[in-house]
């Protein structure tokens, strides 16, 4: 993600100010970053969820530091204090390559180009002061075109020196794209908010520590007519560091906030769509809507739970302080970027040649009419992968799936049904016309492959059973879709990349035809006769590919569907037609 992550503080002496900030680099190093080859003492090499962690550490020598003070877009030194700087003189900061994208990411004071340190500056200044949500803590949202859009989480640190025993700081994350940033927001919240729960942890323990020593409340009161600075005794700026007692503090922020980065642009990613999009990406649409939905739905909930005052079981006050810690818990779930396992079938060609020809064209045909498929595996895995495969055969409407249960479930409520091979279906269900039952079996040790061949052949330790109440001919002619399926798997000319796409224009093609069949049937009205030539104008008149089409039908996205009835119902739709 192009965007800048920073930390700012409220100095009370020099007013808003730049603590540390990450920027994204996918240039070359900038001076004073540092450089790999010129480090000494350089720590090993961290990798994390594909970033690979490391602080370049370079010893300055005077000439450098007066060179790199002199060049630096930032404050001088005199008008810093501690409570205003992070890295101490001549530290170049910290840099984390990520492997995959060749982008660097690195954590300094300030941004080393005049134009980023002004426009960090002004965001900073702006969280600070004007831009605050009521309580002055908690996260908003302001920006323009031209200095670029902010994401601010304002909060307060526990300081017993400091005025009202407390310093304000907050967390911003810059960027030039409104509508990105707009739709990170959930993301970005959560995970700000975990690193801010992780900070004022660490300040609240040593506030509670200096005020169990020496209480601060008794001995301002003893001295209530001395001047509030003198009384400070020069304590009144504390380095971050100070206050949450970790020294390894900016390295563990800069991890937190590289890897925010990171995450926050893998999560979302742009699509160039030419033209219309298809139904498929409607109905995703809408699923994905509808999960945001529930979410939301869920956690409202859970809130007025909350609010009620539940009792709380013996040590669980600290578990939601350690829930989200800024160098653990975003580092966690970048660990868990794991790759996904490999499926046990890897295509509709694969598993054509395990099944046998006769029995793929048998389980083809009944999920293409929308009948209900069920597996019988003790293995799940193999189930799911079965699924997977099966399933891009339909539009994504059509798709119901129950991936492993313990007991029968109804048509209605799946078309892909997995069981575990102790569940009994019911007699009806096995002698019905509209299901498919593939039992998988373990095969006999006289079948199974010589040793070493077995993971060459993972499937071969398995014996499949397809059986339906209504077995498919072998001389019916089937859907043309089936038709033109097979020919694709069967050209052996063709990658399994190449029939992907071939599958993905036959089902565009008949989903064109159900969106006709639909609007003609169920928009417009016309009688039997008129629905039987536009059959046939199709190429679907026969008994199968009627079939298909209404079980196709039910896959169509709500919002076609709503816009249809909405342009019927216009004005200009019941004007007679010339």
Not at 255 to 274: D, H, N, P, Q, V
Request: charge should be negative; aromatic fraction near 8%.
């Amino acid at each position: 993600m192009n965007a800048i992550v920073a930390l700012c503080h409220f100095c009370e002496l020099h007013g808003p100010r730049t603590l540390f900030c990450t920027e994204v680099l996918h240039a070359p190093l900038p001076q004073g970053a540092g450089s790999g080859d010129g480090a000494r003492g350089e720590p090993a090499d961290e990798e994390e969820g594909g970033i690979q962690m490391s602080s370049r550490i370079r010893a300055h020598s005077p000439a450098e530091g007066a060179s790199a003070e002199s060049s630096s877009p930032g404050p001088k030194k005199s008008d810093m204090c501690e409570g205003c700087r992070s890295l101490a003189a001549g530290h170049p900061g910290y840099i984390s390559h990520d492997k995959e994208t060749s982008i660097k990411y690195v954590s300094h004071q300030h941004p080393n180009h005049p134009q980023l340190f002004s426009i960090v500056r002004q965001a900073c200044v702006r969280s600070l002061s004007c831009e605050v949500c009521p309580g002055r803590e908690g996260p908003i949202f302001f920006g323009d075109e031209q200095h670029g859009f902010v994401f601010s989480h304002t909060f307060f640190i526990k300081d017993s020196l400091a005025r009202g025993f407390q310093r304000w700081y907050s967390i911003i994350a810059i960027m030039m794209d409104r509508i990105y940033l707009i739709n990170s927001w959930p993301f970005l919240l959560g995970k700000v908010r975990g690193i801010i729960d992780e900070l004022q942890g660490k300040a609240l323990k040593v506030f509670e520590a200096e005020q169990f020593g020496c209480p601060q409340r008794a001995q301002r009161m003893n001295t209530a007519f001395t001047p509030f600075l003198h009384q400070r005794n020069g304590n009144a700026a504390r380095s971050l560091t100070s206050l949450t007692n970790d020294d390894s503090l900016w390295a563990c922020l800069h991890t937190s906030f590289a890897w925010l980065l990171k995450a926050c642009g893998s999560r979302l990613t742009e699509k160039l769509l030419e033209g219309a999009p298809t139904e498929d990406t409607l109905v995703q649409m809408e699923q994905l809507a509808e999960l945001e939905e529930e979410s939301e739905s869920w956690d409202n909930s859970e809130a007025e739970e909350e609010e009620k005052g539940p009792a709380l079981p013996e040590g669980a006050e600290g578990r939601e302080l350690t829930k989200c810690p800024a160098e653990s818990s975003l580092l966690s779930d970048c660990g868990a970027w794991q790759p996904r396992k490999l499926s046990v079938f890897k295509s509709l060609r694969h598993m054509r040649q395990v099944l046998g020809a006769p029995s793929f064209r048998t389980l083809a045909w009944h999920v293409l009419m929308g009948n209900q498929v069920i597996w019988k595996s003790r293995d799940s895995d193999l189930v799911h992968s079965a699924f997977e495969v099966l399933r891009t055969m339909l539009p994504v409407g059509c798709v119901r799936v129950i991936p492993y249960s313990s007991q029968y479930e109804e048509a209605y409520r799946c078309n892909f049904l997995g069981l575990s091979p102790n569940v009994q279906i019911p007699p009806h269900v096995l002698a019905s016309e509209f299901a498919v039952v593939v039992e998988v079996h373990t095969a006999t040790r006289s079948s199974l492959p010589a040793v070493g061949c077995e993971g060459e052949q993972p499937l071969s330790k398995y014996e499949f059973v397809v059986t339906s109440g209504s077995p498919v001919a072998a001389d019916r002619v089937g859907p043309t879709i089936l038709n033109k399926m097979e020919a694709a798997l069967t050209n052996q000319n063709l990658s399994v990349d190449v029939v992907d796409q071939c599958l993905v224009c036959l089902k565009e093609e008949w989903m064109n035809k159900v969106k006709v069949l639909f609007k003609f049937t169920k928009v417009d009205s016309r009688p039997k006769e008129d629905t039987q030539k536009l059959l046939s104008i199709l190429g679907a008149s026969e008994e199968d590919n009627v079939k298909l089409l209404k079980f196709w039908m039910t896959g169509l996205s709500k919002t076609y569907k709503s816009h249809l009835m909405s342009t019927v119902r216009s004005p200009t739709a019941l004007e007679p037609r010339n």
